[in-house]
């Protein structure tokens, strides 16, 4: 079984809990600092129900990070300093390699 599972900005650059819901009630799941969108998460023994056995399946949670809007002039300005503090720090970015940065990559 396989769901979407929007998570904030803030929790996926820092981390939390958060409430999944599943077919027998909700369940936490702990998200890791750093998370990016796209990546899977499993809750094991929360999906649907084998029909030729007594197994239970997982769950498979997919992620993705929303990105804020109507901010207030205070999380404008928030997120404009972050901006301002985080420029020039490559290792902040994990997706943004050139095609030769990866090609690269391949062979270190």
């Known amino acids: ?8 900005f803030a929790t996926a650059a820092l981390g939390g809990e958060l409430e999944v819901p599943t077919l027998d009630g909700k369940v936490k799941l702990t998200v890791p600092k750093e998370t990016q969108t796209g ?3 499993r809750v094991k023994g929360k999906g649907v129900k084998s029909l030729r056995s007594s197994a239970t399946g997982d ?3 997919h992620i993705v990070v929303e990105t804020p809007v109507n ?4 999380q404008k300005e928030l997120l404009e300093e ?4 985080s420029t020039g720090l490559e290792n902040q970015t994990p997706r943004k390699k ?6 690269r ?3 270190d």
């Open 1 to 8: 079984l396989h769901c979407e599972l929007p998570i904030s």
């Open 39 to 41: 990546r899977r998460m």
């Open 59 to 61: 769950l498979y949670c």
């Open 71 to 74: 901010l207030t002039d205070r």
């Open 82 to 85: 972050f901006e301002r503090i």
């Open 98 to 103: 050139s095609f030769l940065d990866k090609l």
């Open 105 to 107: 990559d391949l062979f």
